[in-house]
């Protein structure tokens, strides 16, 4: 029984898996390309899942910030049963009760602060749920382009076992008919070998980079579409690392973050002061009572309304409020240091990315330019060895070179198209369209 995967690099095919491999490609599986892998993580992606509720959670900090600005109001009821002793007669009557209190504050400092810090907070878990999205598009990037990776070394691991295989049939005939030493034959077969240890330990490496996606996914693609061969090669627009950078001060969820934090601080700090000023709040009520018992000059129905203002000066609590004060003033500053260090770090993440995608674009060509001479060279070689002036060692080493072009070529491709999904996670403007734009980029 055997499997094939679609390699990304043309006139290449995969042998037989081991069983375990070929178990794992055979549980429940689909076909997709990374825009289908992408929409079905975000259904199945524990992480993302978590971020959304999270985010749910954040938003109503508005509306809680916001009740205290309005009124409130309660209804109480009771009623109870009496017994009165007087004179040696006993009389049991029920009484009833309700009543009705409504208060709206008039001027609470501390609940000021405390809406503008739910503002912030609201701020906080957007930017927290653009960090998980932006987080999802490359992790799934990341493990699709894994899981290719891995499929081409397979691809090539196998290619070369059977390129090797060649010249080691060839040296053992060779060394048949007396042509070559048995030091040829020894070389190709240690060779031969090697790759297929590496072989094993690609298809390894390719369980381990499907079992990754399938922690995203919550199952296995049975076929991921491939990197087309004409990948656009491009300069980040704009070409300049500076713009990029400032782009990311002011558009990076991070920094959001440490903003929105600062600015909660800033209240935080008000909030606390304000337990030195007074209160103000309208408050009104109704009550309605009923005295089942008339027997001692008591019962009837009452009914009692009021309106008015209260006023709250607080004087003393015994230095609270000051300690209060002074720990907001500390958390305010590290809110400060906080904002400063988040800049600087997305600054370093920026440039990071920025050299990621320029040197890797030049990469790419410098290894495109690489297999084109390690092909010329292996080409040279074998012809030389026909002619008698190339050892079938000197075609092995061309041969280990013109993999190894092929290997660094797929890795550097891809590892080109992650770092431009990072420079934009890193300015915060990746969006689901860079994921269609890099979708329309693979095959069939």
Partial sequence: MKSRVTPSLPGIRMKSLPLALLVLL???AFAANLMEVYREAQQQDAAYASARAALEAGQEKLPQGL?????????????????VDRGGT????????????????????????QYEQSKSQVVQAEAQFAIARQDLITRVAQAYFDVLLAQDNVALAGAQKT???????????????GTVTITDTHEAQARYDLTTAQEIAAQNDLEIKNRALQLVLGKIPGHLNALNDQLPLVLPEPNDMTKWVEQAEQQSPQIAIQRAALEIANQEVERNRAGHYPTLDLVASYRDSTN???????????????????????????????????????????????????????????????????SGLAQVKALEQALVSSQSSLDSTRLGQEVGVRTNVDV?????????????????????????????????????????????????
Avoid at 170 to 177: D, H, L, S
Avoid at 353 to 358: E, I, K, N, S, Y
């Fill in 26 to 28: 055979s549980s429940p």
């Fill in 67 to 83: 009740a205290l600005l309005l009124p409130t109001a309660s209804l109480n009821a009771d009623t109870t049963g009496n017994r």
């Fill in 90 to 113: 006993t009389t049991d009557f029920n009484s009833h009760s309700y009543s009705l209190s409504l208060s709206q504050p008039i001027y609470r400092k501390q609940n000021f602060a």
């Fill in 163 to 177: 390129a090797i295989g060649e010249q080691l049939e060839m040296a053992k005939r060779n060394f048949e008919v």
């Fill in 292 to 358: 089942a018992s008339l027997s001692f000059g008591v019962g009837g129905e009452i009914k009692s309304s009021a309106i008015g203002l209260q006023l709250n000066l607080p004087i003393y609590q015994g230095g609270a409020v000051n300690s209060r004060v002074r720990e907001a003033l500390a958390n305010q500053e590290k809110s400060r240091q906080d904002l400063e260090l988040g800049n600087r770090q997305a600054a370093l993440q920026t440039r990071q990315a920025f050299l990621g995608v320029t």
């Fill in 396 to 444: 092995l080493n061309a041969q280990q070179q013109l993999f190894s072009a092929k290997r660094d070529l797929s890795q550097a491709r891809y590892n080109y198209i992650l770092s431009q999904i990072k420079l934009k996670s890193a300015v915060g403007t990746l969006r689901d369209e860079d994921v269609e734009q890099v979708n329309r980029w693979l095959g069939q």
